[in-house]
């Protein structure tokens, strides 16, 4: 799906870009089928999601200052793929590696409540617009706060409240790929557009983001897994950090930054979904 996605966005670019207007609400409805599963009572925070955490919000800011002095634009495009929270998806990946979802549903929770309340002030610093800081800040916190933590309020009031209508949105859950899959092709056909706009001219510093966004992506996966391992949860821990929600990722750059450093969460599509293929491949050879 995940190429034909990605294809359809290439060549009908000029088309599905005129729908970029409809990605957040796509993202809205997905979290909000991925919250509808979770039970309060299951989820645990621990010690390692503080760790995880503290690398996804912290490993940002490092990065983008480190790449700040060779290309603004780089710096934001990799700033975003370490920041990005962790994707709807990931918890089903955990469960076919033996992972703990629970564990990694927590997780998910606190990705995006940390990303909610940290992205509008970095955005603040790192975007471009000219408001003054704390209404930039207002503008950001309302948008990114009415994507992230809306759903997830709505999802707790339809399973207290309403348990039936609850249920029915459980059932329904898988509905959230075909609604990623129509996200992607959107994303990458705008993405496609703002690459046409800048013809050559900045064709070192996309293919600088491509490496880079490969970079961090094992730097990730592989850094999660270090810090999972030492708490008895490696899969959870690798998934956790690695595995982006990358549709949220482009729509915030092409939103709040250059748009062309949506390039870098664009390609961190590609390596994170050949490193989770890998892992599963692994796996399946084994058992």
């Not at 490993?59 to 934001?76: D, F």
């Not at 609850?166 to 056909?189: D, P, R």
């Not at 750059?253 to 748009?259: H, I, M, S």
Request: charged share 10%; net charge positive; glycine share 6%.
């Amino acid at each position: 799906m995940m190429p034909i996605a990605m294809t359809l966005g290439v060549l009908f670019h000029e088309q599905v870009g005129r729908l970029a207007f409809v990605t957040p609400y796509l993202i809205f409805i997905m979290l909000l089928f991925t919250y509808s599963k979770i039970s309060l009572s299951d989820l645990r925070f621990t010690r390692m999601h503080v760790y995880l955490i503290a690398f996804q919000i912290a490993g940002s800011v490092v990065i983008y200052y480190l790449l700040r002095p060779i290309s603004e634009i780089l710096a934001q495009g990799v700033m975003i793929c370490v920041m990005a929270p962790t994707a709807t998806a990931a918890p089903v990946i955990a469960g076919i590696l033996g992972g703990n979802i629970a564990s990694l549903t927590a997780y998910s929770l606190i990705s995006n409540f940390s990303v909610a309340v940290f992205a509008p002030l970095f955005f603040s610093f790192a975007g471009y617009n000219d408001l003054p800081f704390t209404i930039s800040f207002l503008q950001i916190a309302e948008k990114v706060g009415i994507l992230l933590i809306v759903p997830f309020i709505i999802a707790l009031v339809i399973n207290k409240l309403l348990p039936k209508i609850g249920l029915l949105v459980k059932n329904y859950s898988s509905i959230s790929f075909y609604l990623w899959s129509v996200a992607l092709v959107i994303v990458t056909g705008r993405t496609v557009q703002f690459i046409k706009m800048q013809g050559t001219e900045q064709l070192t510093v996309e293919i600088a983001m491509a490496v880079f966004a490969l970079m961090v992506c094992l730097i990730q996966f592989l850094g999660g897994r270090a810090i999972g391992k030492k708490f008895n949860d490696t899969v959870s821990g690798g998934q956790g950090l690695g595995q982006k929600n990358t549709i949220l990722a482009i729509w915030m750059a092409q939103t709040f930054l250059n748009p062309l450093s949506s390039i870098a969460p664009g390609a961190y599509v590609l390596w994170q979904n050949a490193f989770n293929s890998w892992q599963v491949w692994k796996r399946r050879k084994i058992y």
